[in-house]
């Protein structure tokens, strides 16, 4: 079979939610995938449910390594994909059964989308709709907003590096990538629906990261981006300026043309 898509899983003590996130991947329409679960070294039985689900379907394929972090996980993934497509699904989140088959028809059609990105719906202690929005390198440079569940080109992931392994803190790693690719000009695609299901729970990976870690990460990101940020800061001063002068420059003619005709103006001087 041609595998087109590839999923990246990675796990760590994911016993308790790994099952019905393979459900939805084996729901799913498109049907010329593969599912890579990486057991992040968890002390649970992540793996007897893994091997369970290997045995039901031979698109599905374990590793078991050392734990490492989510970096270099998915990268360890991403390295044995056979797709020319990637989707990384967190253990704990379901894809929508029309999700893949969408974005991978619009990626076989249209060279210039590098990603495929969608809204999302809470589930568990937070119920709701996450309504994403379409990519802004602006947007992004100052906070992370879509999440790690877009289909992206291998391609790019080679040219970026793959997955920053030298981030500070575990937890905002999709944050970086996003930011390599726009960096590269990596034109991202929004599909107007919800595509995933994001689970929230205060055990998981992001429910403990704290202000410091955030802080931290935060840090590094300006550093390794400070030309992106640079660059993005001078144009939007510029054109601050810029519309300042026109202001000023209009206030001017208001000012005159009713000094000259009214005898007196309307805007006071600075």
């Given at each position: 079979m041609n595998?087109?898509?590839?999923?990246?899983?990675?796990?760590?003590?994911?016993?308790?939610?790994?099952?019905?996130?393979?459900?939805?991947?084996?729901d799913q329409e498109f049907q010329e995938w593969e599912a890579l679960i990486i057991n992040d070294g968890s002390t649970d039985l992540t793996?007897?449910?893994?091997?369970?689900?290997?045995?039901?379907?031979?698109?599905?394929?374990?590793?078991?390594?050392?734990?490492?972090?989510?970096?270099?996980?998915?990268?360890?993934?991403?390295?044995?994909?056979?797709?020319?497509y990637i989707l990384p699904l967190d253990s704990d989140n379901m894809i929508l059964n029309d999700f893949t088959k969408e974005a991978v028809a619009l990626l076989d059609k249209n060279d210039e989308i590098g990603v495929i990105h969608g809204n999302a719906e809470f589930f568990g202690e937070k119920t709701g709709l996450w309504e994403i929005g379409d990519f802004s390198l602006e947007k992004m440079l100052l906070v992370n907003y879509i999440d790690a569940c877009a289909v992206f080109r291998k391609k790019y992931w080679k040219e970026v590096g793959g997955y920053d392994e030298n981030l500070p803190f575990k937890g905002l790693e999709d944050w970086e990538l996003w930011l390599a690719f726009g960096a590269i000009?990596?034109?991202?695609?929004?599909?107007?629906?919800?595509?995933?299901?994001?689970?929230?729970?205060r055990h998981s990976m992001i429910g403990?990261?704290?202000?410091e870690m955030a802080e931290?990460?935060?840090?590094?990101?300006?550093?390794?981006?400070?030309?992106?940020?640079?660059?993005?800061?001078?144009?939007y001063y510029s054109e601050y300026v810029t519309l300042s002068n026109k202001q000023r420059s209009k206030k001017y003619v208001i000012n005159s043309f009713c000094k000259l005709f009214f005898g007196k103006t309307i805007f006071q001087a600075k």
């Open positions: 595998v087109k898509l590839s999923i990246i899983i990675p796990c760590y003590n994911s016993q308790s939610t790994l099952e019905e996130t393979l459900v939805s991947v084996v793996e007897e449910i893994a091997l369970k689900w290997v045995k039901k379907d031979i698109r599905i394929k374990y590793y078991s390594k050392q734990n490492e972090g989510l970096c270099k996980t998915r990268n360890f993934g991403i390295d044995k994909a056979k797709g020319v000009n990596v034109v991202f695609y929004h599909l107007k629906k919800v595509t995933f299901r994001y689970r929230v729970s403990v990261f704290t202000k931290g990460t935060s840090e590094y990101i300006a550093k390794k981006y400070s030309s992106l940020y640079r660059y993005h800061f001078s144009k």
